[in-house]
């Protein structure tokens, strides 16, 4: 079982840039959650999938933040344009089913200068 | 009033010693309660989840739910070093996946 995989690792990107985070869910889990992760705030969820299928966004900061699942195997976090202040560490985690303890991927440490 | 609250320490014990870590939620129709360890710079890993009210004991950790009283906590006897981590309390609401709430860790230190 290979995880819940995410990249890259880092970002550092400057303001207004696009950037845009990746993760592969672990293979046969239904439910793919994107978390944000601040020392200020703790873990945050923005988004989650049920079956490829956004459930819920209304953690999603604003407009600038977009997400997708494509397959049950993939899904993206997009930030455009992005700002200082999305500086964090964004974790995507996976489970088999919408109440199921999550598993979490490593994490891509955000930087925007 | 925060969904999920944790003390955020530092909690500092001496090796051996039991490490006691609480949470308190705000959810009182909450169902699934879970106690996930978080090494610096790493991500968040399951190490217990509690249903019903006790006691659940898995190796040396025991985690506690008063489901009345609101309360939920983590005990870690025979402390080690490698338990130093931040500790996060996160508790399902009535309503879902999206009502699946973290507290923002408590920082425990186990000195040799």
């Known amino acids: 079982d290979a995880g819940v995989i995410q990249s890259p690792r880092h970002e550092v990107t400057e303001m207004g840039q696009e950037v845009t985070l990746r993760c592969k869910p672990i293979?046969?889990?239904?439910?793919l959650f994107w978390y944000r992760q601040t020392m200020m705030r703790g873990l945050e969820l923005l988004i989650y999938?049920?079956?490829?299928?956004?459930?819920?966004d209304s953690g999603m900061p604003e407009d600038r933040f977009s997400a997708k699942m494509p397959n049950a195997s993939f899904s993206t976090l997009k930030i455009q344009p992005s700002e200082p202040r999305d500086s964090a560490v964004y974790f995507c985690?996976?489970?088999?089913?919408?109440?199921?303890?999550?598993?979490f991927g490593n994490g891509t440490r955000l930087t925007v200068t | 009033q925060k969904e999920v609250e944790q003390n955020s320490g530092p909690l500092s014990v001496p090796e051996g010693a039991i490490a006691s870590l609480n949470c308190t939620y705000s959810?009182?129709?909450?169902?699934?309660f879970f106690w996930y360890r978080q090494y610096s710079g790493k991500s968040p890993e399951l190490i217990m989840s509690?249903?019903?009210?006790g006691d659940k004991e898995d190796g040396r950790f025991t985690a506690q739910l008063n489901k009345a009283s609101q309360y939920v906590s983590l005990l870690i006897r025979d402390s080690q070093p490698s338990d130093s981590a931040t500790y996060l309390c996160?508790?399902?609401?009535?309503?879902?996946?999206?009502?699946?709430?973290f507290g923002t860790g408590t920082r425990l230190t186990v000195i040799p």
């Open positions: 996160a508790v399902l609401g009535q309503t879902g996946a999206n009502n699946l709430f």
């Open positions: 999938f049920n079956n490829n299928v956004p459930i819920d």
């Open positions: 293979s046969g889990h239904n439910s």
């Open positions: 509690i249903y019903s009210n």
């Open positions: 959810d009182r129709g909450s169902q699934s």
């Open positions: 985690a996976s489970s088999p089913h919408e109440i199921s303890p999550l598993h």
